[in-house]
C-alpha cells in the first residue's frame, strides 16, 4: 500500500474517499490503534529530532490530525514551509473528513481511525473540550460519548478500535517477551 493511495481523500475529501482510506489502515495487520507512535512523535519533538520525526510514518499515524500536526511543527523548525504548509492541509483534510462521516449524534456518530482522534477533532477542528468520557454499545457499535463543557454529548463510533484491543495487548506482549 502506498501512501499515495491512502491520500488520494486529500484530492477529494469526500466521505467515500476518506472511508476508503480508513478502510486500507484498519484492514492492515500492522494497524494498531492504541500504538505509542504519538508519544514517539512528541517525544522526538520534546527532544529536538526533527529529522527523525520528519521521516517517522507507520500505518498508525497516516490517518492521525495530532501526528500531522506535530510533524507541522517539526517541519517549521527546520524552515521547510512549503512541506509544513503540504502536512497542515492534510491534518485539515482528515479532520474536515471526519466531520464528513457523521453528525455527532447517537444514531449517526463520528467514525474516528484512533480513539486519539476524538480529542483531535474536538480541539482542533471544533475548538471545545470535553469533561467526561464514557463507553457505551448501541445497535452493536462501540461508542465513545464525549460530555462537553456545556453539557452536550459528542458520539465517536470506535467499533473497529475497540474491537482491535485483545489484538494491541497480545501483539504488546508478544514483543515484552522478545
Known amino acids: 500500500m502506498s501512501q499515495e493511495t491512502v491520500f488520494d481523500f486529500v484530492k477529494d475529501p469526500t466521505k467515500e474517499n476518506f472511508l476508503k ?19 514517539i512523535m ?7 529530532e526533527y529529522d527523525k520525526l520528519n521521516y517517522y510514518v507507520t500505518i498508525n499515524v497516516l490517518l492521525s490530525p495530532r501526528a500531522h500536526f506535530i510533524k507541522y511543527f517539526s517541519l517549521k523548525q527546520v524552515g521547510n514551509t512549503k512541506a509544513a504548509e503540504s502536512i497542515m492541509f492534510i491534518c485539515h483534510n482528515i479532520l474536515s473528513c471526519i466531520e464528513k462521516t457523521g453528525d455527532g449524534t447517537l444514531q449517526n456518530p463520528y467514525i ?45 463510533d470506535i467499533t473497529v478500535p475497540y474491537e482491535r484491543i485483545a489484538f494491541s495487548l497480545k501483539k504488546r506482549n508478544e514483543e515484552t517477551r522478545e
Open 21 to 39: 482510506s480508513r478502510e486500507l489502515i484498519i484492514t492492515n495487520p500492522g494497524y494498531d490503534p492504541y500504538s505509542d507512535d504519538l508519544e
Open 42 to 48: 512528541e517525544k522526538l519533538f520534546e527532544n529536538k
Open 112 to 156: 474516528v481511525t484512533r480513539v486519539s482522534d476524538e480529542k483531535d477533532f474536538l480541539q482542533l477542528h471544533l475548538r471545545k473540550e470535553y469533561t467526561q468520557q464514557r463507553l457505551m454499545e448501541y445497535e452493536d457499535k462501540y461508542l465513545d460519548v464525549l460530555t462537553l463543557e456545556d453539557g452536550s454529548e459528542i458520539y465517536f
